[in-house]
């Protein structure tokens, strides 16, 4: 027996034994991690879902609430498990919730938490600006509250390197949707059933870019919204101006600030 214990001490003692010992272990420690994480990403999860689009500002009922599995890989932190959660509260007045889809955090607040107006949100020094739209230029009217976008500018007659010629490029980028409004100010999304027609988006700037988008009026130019990915609007960054030419441009061809007192509406898509 002594013998035996002397022959294990000698091999433990060996520093290739150690050596591969800790290889093995390392590699076992590796797999049961990868297959943890496998398993945990792969099994499914129930979670609540929207049996049918939800409009802003609505109160969430029980038939509007399902149950179905999905991969726990796609579960976020943010996304609500249980349908106490949900049922009775209110979908955020900026925001909508499509048919299908999970039900989020943030999307979904008690009635006391629920803004009674949009502009309680906005910084202050910003102001509030409608930019005219169509059904065609909101991309099939799938602009919604709480999306970000960026603001093309586009002249026909614009002065490029001292000449007369076509300018069109990004003016202004990461404006956040506070709402997408009829002609009569409602919002296109309060009725799912009969969605209707874009004439205005709303948003906030600050106040040089409300300036300088006031005066695009003036500048015989006009502005369209440019939708991006999903990350874009979940990671924004702060609103400003990314094209110096098209802002001289602008300034170039409007009147001075103490002139330009007039209607909020901007743009000319209509």
């Known amino acids: ?19 591969i010992l800790a290889i093995l272990a390392s590699l076992a420690i590796l797999y049961w991690a990868y297959y943890y994480r496998i398993q945990k990403a792969t099994e499914p999860v129930n979670v609540p879902y929207a049996t049918r689009a939800i409009a802003p500002r609505t109160k969430i009922t029980s038939d509007m609430v399902s149950i179905k599995k999905v991969p726990g890989g796609i579960v976020g932190k943010n996304v609500l498990l249980g349908t106490a959660d949900i049922v009775g509260k209110y979908v955020l007045n900026t925001a909508v919730i499509p048919e299908g889809s999970l039900f989020y955090s943030e999307m979904v607040v008690d009635w006391d938490n629920l803004p009674s107006s949009l502009f309680e949100d906005i910084p202050n020094g910003n102001t509030v600006v ?9 991309y099939g009217n799938s602009m919604y509250p709480g999306n970000y976008i960026d603001l093309y500018y586009v002249n026909p007659n614009g002065i490029v390197n001292g000449k007369q010629a076509l300018m069109l490029g ?6 956040k949707i506070l709402a997408v409004v009829d002609s009569a100010g409602n919002s296109v999304f309060e009725t ?3 969605p209707r027609t874009p004439a205005y988006i709303m948003f906030s700037v600050p106040e040089d870019i409300h300036l300088l988008l006031r005066k695009v009026q003036f500048s015989g130019g006009s502005l369209f919204p440019v939708p991006r ?8 960054e702060k609103t400003s101006i ?3 030419e098209i802002k001289m441009q602008i300034e170039r061809n409007t009147l001075s600030e ?9 743009g000319g898509n209509n």
């Open 242 to 244: 990314v094209s110096n």
């Open 170 to 175: 990004k003016f202004i980028q990461s404006i």
């Open 258 to 266: 103490d002139q330009m007192y007039g209607p909020t509406i901007i």
């Open 192 to 194: 799912i059933d009969s």
């Open 229 to 236: 990915n999903a990350e874009y609007s979940k990671n924004p």
């Open 1 to 19: 027996m002594s013998s035996i214990m002397i022959s294990i001490k000698r091999f433990l003692k060996n520093k290739n034994t150690v050596t």
């Open 130 to 138: 409608l930019l005219s739209v169509t059904t065609e230029s909101t």
